[in-house]
């Protein structure tokens, strides 16, 4: 069974960092997939917001760029997501998947407080 279990989510202030982490399981191996990170805020569609290739390429949404970074731990099967200088607008549930997309998750919550 494909699973992805997100992780590390919280409540933290303006400014602040948060870790996110996405552990693989079944059938997708973060080695050899494109992996994303999306998130979606309330009223809002769901929007990518990272991704990274199997060969280790990554892009950022405009929003984030510089202050997000998407990782990987190949013998872990677990993405991550660096989270710098939180904004109030950062605030979501964010999801991990694959491309093609496989079921989603059940996210994890950020919340920035001003």
């Known amino acids: 069974q494909v699973q992805l279990v997100e992780s590390g989510g919280g409540l933290v202030q303006a400014g602040g960092s948060l870790r996110l982490s996405c552990a693989a399981s079944?059938?997708?191996?973060?080695?050899?997939?494109?992996m994303g990170w999306f998130r979606q805020a309330p009223g809002k569609q769901r929007e990518l917001v990272a991704r990274i290739t199997s060969g280790g390429l990554t892009d950022y949404a405009n929003s984030v760029k510089g202050r997000f970074t998407i990782s990987r731990d190949n013998a872990k099967n677990t993405m991550y997501l660096q989270m710098n200088s939180l904004k109030p607008e950062d605030t979501a549930v964010y999801y991990c998947?694959?491309?093609?997309?496989?079921?989603w998750g059940q996210g994890t919550q950020v919340t920035v407080s001003s």
């Open positions: 079944g059938r997708i191996f973060i080695s050899i997939n494109a």
């Open positions: 998947n694959k491309f093609p997309a496989s079921s």
